[in-house]
């Protein structure tokens, strides 16, 4: 906790904390600070979103409340085939929009429209980490996709733009080709992640093509260590919760998705209590329906003290920590990312506690978790730089991409 | 759904819906009408929050995460019971700010402190239905609690502001008073409500003392009718739910306070299999800690999909009647409230389709259920008259609320 002290950015980064006497600065830099009023504003790291698929703010409330065959095969996947790669550009821009003024600052992107998804993270000036999903039986034999990734990562890597290797599921990637991209990401020094044990569907074919669960499959791969995270984990049995802590692996849990999509509830408080690594993603739009990493943060606590009838589990500290210091551990980024401290990233969110929905302000992060809605986030802060201030996106024209989406729209959804 | 349309509102009804000639108007009424312009906006009816109890914004993120008795007894009763009434005044007029920004034009409230309830929701211009909760063995031999309701509607009672009559819980009033309860209120012809199988314990202690459920035994009072409904409903037995349908009764689900206080959730699917009308309360802050009809509205339908893992449960159409139609049926004002048709109140929210989390329009109902976090409200009118436009309320000094909650809680919660 920091009251009413002064933060102190330079370039890029969290400078000092507190009073500053001069002979913290050279000569002539003294005068140079631009002043910040925060009163009445909390400022804390920005969020991070460990999983989605920023595309996918095009079916927006599109094909709800249906079967999941109808909408995945009728409804999204003849859209998702057709869609000529430029489109995908102004969605993925809207995601960035919609993940600003909401308070996340880092996000997570698995894809199928690469350059655009980095052009996005690119333009939007969020810090990103993206990957062309792969899927498949052979990584190289078919190397489209691979070579679309390496492409894309040599234009848009940067500071804030990173590339991961994420190969799809088990059950669109053999463990071949999963094999290949585990070895492929060792080899460049990235993270990797992989949507697992989602449904029940996909562990019982899990077991009954290769005996085993889809925790035990990967591990025996080799794709688990402490670079690797893993989305949804809801089904998971009992030897998996070992494996998943032994390989210090993180889970990026996606409540609203894993709801909506009637795939139930991961077992959140036992992953906690045998100390594995717990983070939190919003999935894609088309599940969830919005990216608002607040309305993900009340919800995991809510349902989880729902599901275990009991009051004390997940508590807004724990809560708040895996949307920031256990995301940045998973990014292998503890001292830069998800904490105000000197020497930390400026990635930093400015919230207005004079809401009133946070008012009275008794308890300031029951109030991010419990209360707040996202609508709070006033400014927003990125490497130093405001992307947001008072409510007004200074990195783009939002305009631009409203229009940019409605033609998609037009192109793709309207009969 | 009404497109592109012209509502004309006359006085607090809408008066017509379409086009209008001359014929539908008075000589001199023509030019009468304020033209108000709500393009990229939906107008729809105001939201209708069917449980609370507003003074409890005062306890807003104040001693969560602690276990029941602890949070009850230790912390948030000691401060009820010190409380000037006269005290409570802002924190409900802090409620009623939250809930008109969120697009709650109704509400109901079960309170203490007469008749500060009936000033604020006088002051707020708010549709409300107000009772003193009434407690012990006898309404009539400890009289206070009765006449301070009396004398409060009496005072407050208006075209707005309606009285019912509520009794705690069972486990606070006895058959007897329950009983007096019921006649008073149908003597007084006015609603009722009372929370009900709201924990494991109450349910079980009913059992032991009574040998019945709940709602065995009010039904056995004579309490459970077409005019009465029950917060809560978390744990109900196999033969209650014949009991609620037969009996013509409104449930109120409360979802996030049952999660936060670890009740678990209410066999919600189950009583609209069974044809029980159900309808949606925030309940107080302390115990959710928002009022937020909208977020409501997300929650239960995305719980609802994951404890019977199946998509198509709790669609979005179904839960916006719950907030809406269903809530205008338990108050028996079907033609009334929670629809926009010509002779309804004009109670009336205009929302913002822009906001990049409803963006593109896909689907609107989908939006308002699984992509609103009600802060796209933007415009509020109830009864006909605008109690906020353009996100600024109009019919009190809102600053001036802030600043009556802060002396409240220097005097009671900060040491």
Redesign the interface.
Known sequence: YIDDKTLYIKDNKIYHIGDMDNNNLDNNEENNFEEIDAKNKLVMPGLINMHGHTYM??????A?????NE?LFEKIMPVEDSLDKQDAYYPNM?SC??MI??GTTTYLDMHMYSPYSGKAAHDSKMRAYLSRSVVGDDLYSDPRRLNEMLDEKEKYESDLVKFMMMPHAIYTASPNLIKEANEEANKLGILKQIHLSETNTEVNDSYEKYNKSPVELLDEIGFLDERTSLAHCVKLKDNDFKILKDRKVTVVTNV?S????????APIKRMLDEGINVTIGTDGVSS?????MF?EM??L???H?????????L??NEVLKMATINAAHALGRDDELGIIKEGALADLIFIDL?A?????????V??LV??A???EVESVMINGEFVMRDNKILTFN?DEI?EG??NV?NKY?VK
Chains 1, 2 share one sequence.
Request: glycine content about 8%.
């Open positions: 703010s095009l079916f927006r409330n599109y709800d409340d249906l079967p999941f909408w809207l929009i919609e003024k909401t609203a894993n709801c909506k999509l009637g795939n139930g509830f969830n329906n919005t990216l608002n309305r009340g919800l606590s809510l349902i003290k729902g599901v275990n009838e009991d009051v004390l589990v508590g807004a004079k009133p929905n946070m008012f009275p302000n008794n308890n300031i029951s109030s419990y209360s809605n996202g609508s939002e409203y989406v409605n729209v959804l």
